[in-house]
């Protein structure tokens, strides 16, 4: 069971060294001024909702430091997409998630024959991207495992015993071990920008993308405002799949930046292995709704090396006979160290 973990482990440690950034000709390069690399964690859970169910918990962490080259195959893969041309070199970042979904009554021992299946999942995700203040670019490949592999059962049992919440029963049931493998490209392009530096200020962005794998296959596309005071060049701060992620980079610097957003993101779902469940053999699911919704609004502080993010997430029903939609809540902070 340890075996895939163990890899997962020991890849992230082999390649999380080697990370750079450099820039395409319009891009400014994302780099610190003192060259520290930048620590992304992030934490959501439907707990800021009140609730437990459904996409119950994510957790993420992100390192993006500098290096001389990026790997060849990310390279290889990126040039493949718009806006990756004109680049010289490209930015590479690592990050390892594990993510749990759980049916809307976990004190039931027995598989819910219409609610989605307990699933855990643990991926280990390469991205590499362009930045400007104009719009973004990125490519993100993901390799990961499904099933009792990702330690999912073990993960939220001893969490629930930690806060005295009542122990899920009907993890016997999960999905079966799966390996998965996903590409996925986003593009961010600011629209309208009414922000100068040190003032009161707004701006518009939109956002389109696509994932395919055998864990999630979808189209995407929203849009976004932000309203606050020294907005920096980023475009949102980081989430989760299968939500479109913000930039997740930022710039250190002296000044104090505030901002609130607001947005709205749909997707045209193609697969969802955590919903129909896995995908020759192993354990069926239910049916996904094709189309996806949700609304997302929070706030973004930054002062000098650390951005401190809360994200809250509003989304409609993704399977069929789901009685109603769900909420939840991100936070993310990064620190240059």
């Keep these: 069971m340890n075996r895939p973990i163990t890899g997962l482990v020991a890849a992230a440690i082999l390649l999380g060294s ?26 959501e859970n439907d707990l800021f909702a009140g609730e437990d169910r459904y996409y119950t918990s994510g957790v993420r962490l992100t390192r993006i430091a500098l290096a001389r080259e990026a790997p060849s195959w990310l390279e290889s893969v990126a040039t493949r997409f718009p806006g990756f041309n004109e680049a010289t070199a490209l930015p590479y970042t690592l990050s390892i998630s594990h993510n749990i979904y759980t049916p809307a009554d976990i004190e039931n021992p027995e598989f819910p024959p219409n609610d989605r299946p307990y699933a855990a999942w643990l991926q280990l995700g390469f991205s590499t991207g362009t930045l400007h203040p104009r719009g973004a670019d990125r490519v993100r490949v993901g390799l990961g495992i499904v ?8 993960v939220q049992t001893n969490a629930h015993r930690l806060i005295g919440s009542p122990k899920p029963q009907g993890w016997g049931t999960q999905l079966k071990n799966e390996p998965t493998l996903s590409v996925g490209y986003d593009r961010f392009r600011r629209v309208l920008d009414r922000s100068e530096p040190d003032q009161f200020g707004f701006d518009v962005s939109v956002l389109a993308g696509g994932t395919a794998g055998n864990a999630l296959t979808h189209l995407t596309g929203g849009s976004f405002i932000r309203v606050g005071q020294n907005l920096p060049d980023d475009f949102g701060p980081p989430r989760i799949s299968p939500a479109v992620s913000g930039s997740g980079f930022f710039r250190p610097g002296t000044e104090r930046s505030f901002y609130a957003f607001w947005g709205v993101e749909a997707r045209v779902v193609g697969r969802d292995l955590f919903i129909e469940g896995n995908t020759i053999g192993g354990r069926d699911g239910v049916g996904a709704r094709r189309v996806v919704g949700e609304t997302f609004a929070g706030v973004v502080y930054t002062r000098d090396r650390l951005r401190l993010a809360y994200t809250h997430v509003w989304r409609n029903r993704e399977f069929q006979g789901q009685l109603d939609g769900q909420d939840y809540g991100a936070l993310s902070f990064s620190l240059w160290w």
Excluded: C, K, Q, V
């Design 18 to 43: 080697p990370l750079s950034f450099a820039r395409s000709d319009n891009a400014a390069p994302p780099t610190s001024d003192n060259g520290e690399t930048l620590w992304i964690a992030e934490y």
């Design 147 to 154: 099933g009792p592999a990702a330690l999912g059962r073990e």
